[in-house]
């Protein structure tokens, strides 16, 4: 598998699980999914997969390309199902699991998507970052013109000092 995926962005409690789509079909990052799950070895639950059920794929990432491991649908269900923590209660994963079943596939099922399309979000994620410099590079000038500030005060006062005379108060003048 290496077409070039739509991915989405499921969100949980801050917790991040993208999905690719592929030929038409969702395929999850595997490695999201488990940690989702609280599964500490994801690569030993992926060999309890059928060998239809996951792959890898070359996913679009804001640090570049990379190689990934995705589970599809039929696998991600499989991983919640034989999950543990995804059947203890007050666990993160039940409360995944739990989020999955009740809020994500009756939004799949009745509207055809859930998540953030990925370009939305590395489009927001871009002007974050634009931000964020524009606000360093605008703070950086702001450090500079305050020297300059200084610097053109201290100036100031050597002219001052060495070009106007002083003027001696309450002390004796020159008129007597």
């Known amino acids: 598998m290496t077409n070039k995926p739509d991915v989405s ?8 699980v993208r999905v690719q789509q592929l030929s038409g079909d969702p ?9 989702a799950l609280e599964i500490v070895n994801h690569r030993m639950a992926l060999k309890a997969l059928d060998h239809d059920e996951k792959g890898v794929n070359l996913t679009y990432t804001p640090g570049g390309q990379q190689l990934m491991r995705i589970v599809s649908e ?3 269900y499989k991983l919640i ?14 409360s995944f ?16 998507a859930y998540g953030v399309p990925w370009a939305l979000l590395h489009d927001f994620t871009q ?10 590079q605008a703070g950086k000038a702001l450090v500079i013109r305050k020297i300059e500030k200084h610097q053109l005060a201290h100036e100031e006062k050597h002219l001052l000092d060495c070009f ?4 001696a108060l309450g002390g004796e003048s020159d008129a007597e």
């Open 164 to 167: 106007q005379p002083r003027l």
């Open 127 to 136: 002007r974050s970052a634009d931000s964020v410099e524009r606000g360093s």
């Open 97 to 112: 699991s739990n989020w999955v079943f009740r809020e994500v596939i009756p939004s799949i099922r009745k509207y055809g």
């Open 27 to 35: 395929w999850f990052i595997a490695k999201d999914v488990c940690q």
């Open 9 to 16: 962005v499921l969100c949980f409690e801050g917790h991040k």
């Open 74 to 76: 039929s696998g991600f």
């Open 81 to 94: 199902a034989r999950s543990r923590k995804a059947s203890t209660p007050n666990t993160f994963a039940h």
